[in-house]
């Protein structure tokens, strides 16, 4: 059903692979499209805790594909239309999603790994502000989330100079949450997937919102947040069996309910 | 203790809950549902077990609207007959507390009712609108009235003409929503508010009702008229002596109702 993309679910684990490699999985609209349906799926799939998105060959994505657009291409439409929708649904969704990055990840490429909760980078990886060279401006949500996660400035600095992050630098910014060696990628993301797979994932929900309202609510009504939130954990199954499994001594066994 | 097809009811300890009970058309409003949510309401305002209502929805959402296929072959002279929104107007003149619970949509007829009501609790993740417009239509059970007397003008306009989704943030920031939960906690939410008015004298929050409906209709010398007569009148209630002896000797008031 998926024609850009592929869409597989492992041992609770839905991997949304970019599959044009050719192209080094640069966005047309499809592929927009495709990314967002993929992550509602993943999201409504009651079997499916934790997401991974990563890229086919060489890249993780290369941002917009241009022979998509040309001059009289209303560039504004394209966000509203593609990248708005397929930004908007990764942050609608309720599951840890993890970035693997593979290759390059360029533009709209880097800001798809942006909006995900976790980043893991191959050494061989890269990030580039790539927009200031065609003198546009970092879209699909990348300078919502860029300030974030480095800061004010260093946004600014990256965002401007549009140079070549390497997975080192990366790490050293806070861009990536892990740098690993280019033939262990996929263990260590299946590894890491499947450790948050494996948490209450009721409570990363909760994490996830409750971290995103902070930026935009007053203390008194993010607490009344807090309160509904540990409220809602409280009623889990994995609060139930953390508390017991605590008292037994023993490793939790959570069901993500 | 229903004998309804299309809601269902129920009383605990004095907080009655009327439900719409189609989820598999996400509760679009047919006309036999209106009658029967107007018709619990009125038997529960005049019931003495219950003190305060709620609304809501089963399901995943609210009210996805009014039932398109009961309405598509009418004409005008059908709709002068059958007189619909007849029932709409008794919603308004119910007088106990009634206190909507929206999650997913309330859309359309669903908007209405739930403007109809005395206060919106809604669920962060649920959506409002009025997408008659996008059927050649537009609202006909008091959308463009309410909405315009919560908006203003120029805002109600915008949502009316495009039909757009308004969400619950934003329904909160018109204040069209008195309180945003999380989707999990809507109805414990709705109930802990319910409960507290539960505890409220009833005859005050009844005749504050009536006052406050007044100032949104009518001038404001008639409405301060109105909200005199109300306070003497409570002067002749039990509860204000127990509310006003309860206060001098600093303890809580113990409120019969009466």
Redesign the interface.
Known sequence: MFETINYQVHNNIAWITMNRPDKLNAFIGQMNKEVQQAVKQANGEESVRCLVITGEGRAFCSGQDLSEVNEDTNLGDIIRSNYGPMIKEIARCDKPIVAALNGVAAGAGMSLALACDFRIASEKASMVEAFIHVGLIPDAGNLYYLPRLVGHAKALELAILGEKITAAEAKEFGLVTRVVPEASLETEVTQFAERLASMPTKAIQLIK?NLKESWTMELDEYLE?EA??Q??AG?TADYKEGVEAFLQKRKPEFVGK | MSDFTFIRTSVKDQVASIQLDRPKVLNALNRGMVTEVITAMEMFDRSDDVKVMMLSGKGRAFAAGADIDEMAGDGPIDFEMNNPFADWDRIAKVKKPVICAVHGFALGGGFELALACDMIFAADTAAFGFPEVNIGVMPGAGGTQRLTKLLGKPQALEWLWTGDKMSARKAYDYGVVTRL??P??LF??TEAFARRLVKQPPLSLRLIKEAVDKAVDHPLDEGMQLERKNFYLLFASEDQKEGMNAFLEKRRPDFKGK
């Open positions: 919102r947040k509904q939130g409220r809602i009623l | 939960t999380a999990e906690l414990e939410e």
